[in-house]
């Protein structure tokens, strides 16, 4: 079955601190994985997808098979980044989305 | 990247009452979902609307509850039906893309029921 999990429901950094938002999936076949993020009053857009292996914004996440994971890092967080992110996983033709994670960065 | 709008974008419905949900999206598109987010949730999945056929319902969805049209490639709508307030939830359209499997999102449809 396609599970994703997010354990935290809420991380709160200062600004400058790293951060890092879990994410770990379960998935008999090759999931795509993608991180969602939401700003406040906006809809909920893509921040990245494991295949391109891009940063953005500063974020970077790297798939782990072994240890099924999927988790967003960044060095150093901006108040900018607080927002409503969603680890997702993309098996066949639909994607699941985890719980989220509430990230506020305090000034 | 497609652009995808939303009609209405919010209503308060009495109970028993059905609302239609409109979703435009500026583009063709093979896959259209629509999700539910109720109040502090993550996103569910209800159902895949499928161009020309019967809709896909997820686990604990089902048609009579939740019918969904899908007339042509650009457009959807999703009728939750014989409301109650546990239906209260924002619903969201979303496209996929059909080149990288990344989703479009539209901005969403606000019930609240009485």
């Known amino acids: 079955a396609q599970r994703v999990t997010q354990p935290e429901k809420l991380l709160s950094v200062f600004k400058g601190a790293p951060v890092e938002l879990k994410c770990n999936y379960s998935?008999?076949?090759?999931?795509?994985l993608f991180w969602y993020v939401q700003y406040s009053r906006q809809r909920l857009q893509l921040l990245l997808r494991?295949?391109s292996r891009e940063s953005i914004k500063g974020f970077t996440a790297d798939l782990n098979k072994g240890e099924t994971s999927f988790h967003l890092k960044k060095p150093f967080a901006q108040e900018e980044d607080s927002a409503m992110y969603y680890c997702?996983?993309?098996?066949?033709?639909?994607?699941?989305f985890g719980a989220g994670t509430r990230l506020f960065v305090k000034a | 990247s497609a652009v995808i709008s939303q009609k209405p974008s919010r209503d308060i419905c009495q109970r028993g009452t059905s609302l239609t949900i409109q979703c435009q999206v500026d583009?063709?598109?093979?896959?259209m979902f629509w999700y539910r987010q109720q109040p502090g949730q993550s996103l569910t999945l209800i159902a895949t609307?499928?161009?020309?056929?019967?809709?896909?319902?997820e686990s604990g969805f089902v048609i009579d509850k939740f019918p969904i049209s899908r007339p042509n490639l650009t457009f959807s709508t999703l009728t939750v039906s014989n409301m109650s307030p546990e239906d209260s939830s924002i619903y969201l359209c979303?496209?996929?893309?059909?080149?990288?499997?990344?989703?479009?999102f539209g901005p969403g449809t606000r019930l609240t029921v009485t």
């Open positions: 609307a499928n161009q020309g056929s019967e809709a896909t319902y």
């Open positions: 494991h295949i």
């Open positions: 998935y008999s076949g090759s999931p795509e």
């Open positions: 979303s496209v996929a893309s059909d080149r990288g499997g990344e989703q479009y």
């Open positions: 583009s063709q598109v093979t896959m």
């Open positions: 997702a996983l993309r098996g066949g033709f639909k994607t699941i």
